[in-house]
């Protein structure tokens, strides 16, 4: 332990009061213009995120604007005492700490950069690309986690670990963790594959197994869908991949197939004129490609007809439309032409068997 004779001995206490004024007063000058400067960068910032600024311009004040309180007081501190005599001592401390001190900020800036730039790719893709919105995300936590990675480990070198060591002691226990947590580290790399091979996207319709719904989000460990009666579906990545996903998202047409049963009584003449009155009936409507129509059956109460024809839309919606306006023309012409629709009947034959007198 240091008695007070060998404290007042040091270096740092032998400056005299005018060196100690200078360091203070350029110490707090340069707190004050440096908290200044940020001051007009954050409100410049805010100006130009009400404007349609480039990006170029928007992100370097995002990253100015994040820039800490502490870090601005340790490099006033620092300014400050170069007018001191320290001593070597305290002088590698003081460096020590600033330099941990920008290794911190330098992390914030690139964290924020990193966020902007990856905002300004979400925006932009919004209307444009929808599969770049399930990969942000999972871009942006593995380059945070990246970043502050590199932060603590050149941290941790800077004030005397052997990180080299440090590094592979993680490898070798990274195993054991990795074997305790493979279910997450499962979904991990199954969020990866989604973003690279992108089998679907934000805003696709999937049905997997039993389960239906639209893509809300992709992220790091699940996918979130919303089903049709309202409630948020979330599956595991690594189950998506290993399921049957049909994806209803990159339908480009819509194959339809419907079946119209007339009744038996129906002429020879009008079924002959059915599957031609069927195919003008679709052609007429917009957005269709007509395939075929024919006399398919002799149904046990009918005679059934079956047409198919393409809807040029994915959209359920539309497909439902054209359906309807096909069956309301239909029913319309059929009646026009004395057609009549079958329902079940069911037929009854009595037969008479004369009674034999009594001998």
């Known amino acids: 332990m240091l008695d007070l004779d060998q404290l007042l001995s040091l270096p740092i ?33 805010a100006k130009v995120a009400r404007s349609d600024a480039a990006p170029l311009v928007q992100i370097p004040l995002d990253v100015l604007s994040g820039t800490a ?16 005599n320290l001593g070597s001592s305290m002088e590698r401390l003081l460096e020590s700490a600033v330099t941990i001190a920008a290794f911190w900020q330098a992390g914030i800036w690139a964290v924020a950069a990193a966020s902007a730039w990856l905002e300004h790719k979400r925006r932009r893709s919004a209307g444009v690309d929808r599969a770049a919105l399930g990969s942000i995300g999972i871009i942006g936590v593995i380059v945070n986690a990246a970043i502050w990675s590199l932060v603590v480990l050149l941290t941790l070198d800077n004030v005397g670990v052997d990180i080299t060591a440090l590094v592979a002691g993680l490898g070798i226990g990274g195993v054991a963790v990795a074997l305790a947590v493979q ?26 197994d039993d389960v239906l ?12 869908l919303r089903s049709l009666s309202g409630e948020q579906i979330v599956m595991p990545n690594s189950d998506l991949l290993e ?18 049963s007339v009744k038996r009584e129906t002429s020879l ?36 007809f079956e047409t198919v024809y393409y809807v040029l839309s994915p959209d359920y919606t539309r497909y439902m439309d054209i359906q309807q306006a096909i069956n309301l023309t239909l029913h319309r012409e059929f009646a026009k032409q004395g057609i009549g ?7 009854l034959l009595v037969e008479s068997v004369p009674v034999r007198d009594a001998a």
């Open 243 to 260: 399921s049957r996903v049909r994806n209803y998202g990159r339908m480009m047409e819509r194959r339809v197939v419907f079946a119209t």
């Open 183 to 208: 279910n997450i580290f499962g979904d991990l790399f199954a969020s990866l594959s989604i973003t690279l091979d992108r089998p679907f996207v934000v805003g696709d319709f999937l049905i997997v």
């Open 213 to 224: 719904g639209t893509v809300e989000s992709i992220g790091i460990k699940s996918t979130r």
């Open 341 to 347: 629709f079958a329902y079940p009947t069911q037929r």
């Open 269 to 304: 003449g009008m079924l002959e004129r059915i599957p031609g009155m069927i195919r003008k009936i679709i052609e007429d409507q917009p957005d269709t490609r007509f395939d075929r129509s024919h006399f398919a059956a002799h149904g046990s109460a009918s005679l059934d």
């Open 13 to 45: 206490f032998q400056n005299t009061w005018a060196a100690w004024i200078s360091a203070f007063s350029l110490a707090a000058a340069a707190l004050f213009a440096t908290t200044v400067a940020r001051k007009v960068v954050r409100r410049y910032r």
């Open 69 to 84: 309180l502490l870090f601005l007081v340790v490099l006033a501190v620092y300014s400050g005492t170069r007018l001191l």
